[in-house]
Nanobody
Framework: QVQLVESGGRLVLPGGSLRLSCAAS????????MGWYRQAPGKQRELVLS???????NVADSVKGRFTISRDNAKRTVYLQMNSLKPEDTAVYYC?????????WGQGTQVTVPD
C-alpha cells in the first residue's frame, strides 16, 4: 500500500511559477512510475507528466517547455515544476504511483491561474 500526499497548490498569477510536491509512503518508491495528472472542471483527468523508475519522462504537449518533473528517491518525493503558468492550467493536480498492477492516487491539490 502506498499513500501519496500532494502539496504546493495555490493561486498564482499568469506567467508565474509553482512547484508541487508529492510525498509517498512505502519502501519501494524508487521502483514506481510516478506521474502528475490534472482535472479541470467539466473535463477528464489527463496526464501532465510522468517519470519512470529509470528517469524517463512522458510529457503532455500542452505543457512541453513549461513544466518539468523530477524525483528524489531518498526523500520518496516527486516534484512538478510549473513555469509560465496560464489560466488553462487551472485544475486539481493529482499525484499517481504505478508499479505492475498497483495504481495509487493522492487526494489532489488545487492550482488556480486567474484570467
Amino acid at each position: 500500500q502506498v499513500q501519496l500526499v500532494e502539496s504546493g497548490g495555490r493561486l498564482v498569477l499568469p506567467g508565474g511559477s509553482l512547484r508541487l510536491s508529492c510525498a509517498a509512503s512505502g519502501s519501494i518508491f524508487s521502483m514506481y512510475t510516478m506521474g502528475w495528472y490534472r482535472q479541470a472542471p467539466g473535463k477528464q483527468r489527463e496526464l501532465v507528466l510522468s517519470i519512470s523508475s529509470g528517469g524517463g519522462t512522458n510529457v503532455a504537449d500542452s505543457v512541453k517547455g513549461r513544466f518539468t518533473i523530477s524525483r528524489d528517491n531518498a526523500k520518496r518525493t516527486v516534484y512538478l515544476q510549473m513555469n509560465s503558468l496560464k489560466p488553462e492550467d487551472t485544475a486539481v493536480y493529482y499525484c499517481n504511483a504505478k508499479y505492475g498492477a498497483a495504481n495509487y492516487w493522492g487526494q489532489g491539490t488545487q492550482v488556480t491561474v486567474p484570467d
